[in-house]
């Protein structure tokens, strides 16, 4: 079954490039390219660059999930083909995650259309805000998706976890939405957490949750191929919305809804796993978020203080720093693997390690001016 899911690495890759190079072509033609500033918003400079490529990440993944979803609502596991046969124990499990693949899939494209909708009228983030906040409710509510379930039992019922749940879905949307500040940024930090979810899912014999991360991993990659500094073209919000989305979800399910004997064997610490293989994001949310307030200034008006512009001011290249922030996300997030199936005493290394990291960051920043403020 690992197999199996893996080749769908290649599949989403190969639905995604040439949806990408096609977009690109047909963007310029129709002149759908990125957007001035709105007002109080502040842009590095304005290319004729198109900002549709979210477009060839949605294709990428919910082509396969549409065509799969469709083939196994129609599976009898009696009359299995000779091909399908390896999968024959495994499609009454498939078959139940049904009802919540095709919730997901509704999501995904119900926030790309946001999405696309927004890259080409930017609308209020409030609005947006609202939309980013209702699958996570829906997932909570209706799918027993939550976080922190051990806390039901001391609050009188699941409504703390539910509303943790939205919480999360909410910031680790902004999170990659805030993140695809640069050329290769987002989609390669989807790539990197992607795939480390992607061996805890299959570690834990998560077979529906490996294969959606298999397909973001594909997807990501085909995307980058045009999207690695410098840029052909952006994924825009129809992108990075979707990514967020997905990371989301999938951090979740692999995390707190493990199936059958194979489930991490670690304590309760075990639920910081996705806190640790999103630490960089998270860093980049919150202490941007942070810089904004303390100025006055709305969180949700983008600008040029984002962490990967803060390195970038301290003397990298673009390519640089993004090299930086893939190894940094590449550093946390194997801990993150790790500190699901670690020892208390190992846990508490690695979380350790994961803090000392982020407080380095912290102090390099506050301590080295960046070379506008140097003169």
């Known amino acids: 079954m690992e197999r199996l899911i893996l080749i769908l690495i290649p599949l989403a890759l190969l639905i995604a ?9 047909l963007s310029h033609r129709l002149g759908a390219l990125d957007s001035a500033p709105i007002e109080g918003q502040i842009k590095a400079d304005t290319r004729s660059i198109p900002n549709t490529g979210g477009i060839g990440i949605a294709l990428g993944i919910l082509m396969p999930m549409i065509g799969a979803m469709g083939l196994f609502s129609m599976l009898d596991p009696d009359t299995l083909p000779a091909v399908l046969e390896p999968i024959k124990n495994h499609v009454p499990g498939l078959r139940s995650q049904l009802p919540m693949g095709w919730t997901l899939i509704a999501s995904i494209l119900g926030l790309h259309l946001l999405g696309l909708i927004d890259d080409r009228k930017p609308m209020g983030p409030w609005v947006k805000l609202v939309v980013m906040l209702i699958p996570g409710a829906i997932f909570a509510i209706f799918f027993d998706t939550r976080l922190m379930t051990l806390l039901d039992a001391h ?6 976890s539910i509303l943790i749940t939205i919480l ?19 989609a390669g930090i989807a790539t990197i957490a992607g795939s480390l ?3 805890a899912a299959l570690l834990n014999g998560q077979w529906f949750v490996g294969a959606i991360l298999a397909l973001l991993v594909g997807s990501a990659l085909g995307f980058l191929f045009f999207n690695f500094p410098p840029a052909k073209i952006f994924m825009g919000d129809g992108g990075s919305l979707i990514l967020g989305l997905l990371l989301a979800f999938l951090t979740v399910r692999t995390t707190y809804m493990p199936i059958g004997d194979t489930a991490w064997a670690g304590g309760w610490y075990a639920v910081l796993m996705p806190v640790v293989i ?3 994001p998270l860093y980049d949310f919150v202490s941007v978020t942070l ?12 600008d040029l203080q984002h962490f990967s512009h803060r390195i970038r001011d301290r003397g990298l290249g673009s390519r640089s720093t993004i090299l930086v922030i893939y190894a940094l996300t590449l550093a946390t997030g194997i801990s993150g693997l790790l500190i699901s199936r670690a020892e208390p005493w190992q846990a508490m290394v690695l979380g350790m390690q994961v803090a000392a990291l ?15 403020t140097d003169g």
Request: glycine fraction near 8%; charged fraction near 15%.
């Open 17 to 25: 490039l040439p949806a990408t190079w096609v977009m690109i072509r």
């Open 155 to 160: 609050v009188g019922g699941p409504w703390l």
């Open 168 to 186: 999360w879905f909410g910031v680790i949307i902004n999170a990659m939405n805030f993140i695809d500040n640069m050329d290769g940024l987002s």
């Open 197 to 199: 979810l992607l061996v």
């Open 278 to 280: 999103l630490a960089i």
């Open 291 to 302: 810089i904004r307030l303390s100025q006055g200034k709305s969180p949700f008006v983008g």
């Open 358 to 372: 982020i407080s380095a960051i912290a102090l390099f920043e506050y301590r080295s001016p960046s070379k506008d």
